[in-house]
């Protein structure tokens, strides 16, 4: 989904040698022209940027996944590390099988 965002461009070349699949796709990945060392990546609000190859450290399957948003430019402090932010949120919810049956 982050592909197909207004102002992502990807696929230029690999910024970082060994990353294979899905992670090494990212590591190409600039946000409003900027270099690709400089994406920040958040999940539920808490870091979650991979340092070695600046990337995602977790990636949760896309059906848990409530929001995305690539921020870049002039945003809240809360996010002010670097100049391509991709904020990913997971759905709520527990562990707990609960039955429509209830006896």
Do not use: H
Not at 50 to 77: C, T
């Amino acid at each position: 989904m982050v592909f197909l965002s207004p102002n992502v461009t990807f696929g230029f070349g690999l910024s970082n040698v060994g990353l294979n699949g899905d992670r090494g796709a990212f590591s190409s990945v600039s946000i409003a022209g900027a270099r690709p060392v400089f994406n920040r990546y958040t999940l539920d609000g808490l870091e979650n940027t991979y340092v070695e190859g600046n990337s995602y450290a977790f990636l949760p399957s896309i059906d848990a996944l409530q929001e995305f948003k690539i921020q870049s430019g002039v945003y809240p402090a809360e996010f002010g590390r670097e100049v391509g932010q991709i904020n990913v949120s997971t759905k709520p919810g527990g562990n707990e099988y609960i039955s429509r049956y209830a006896v």
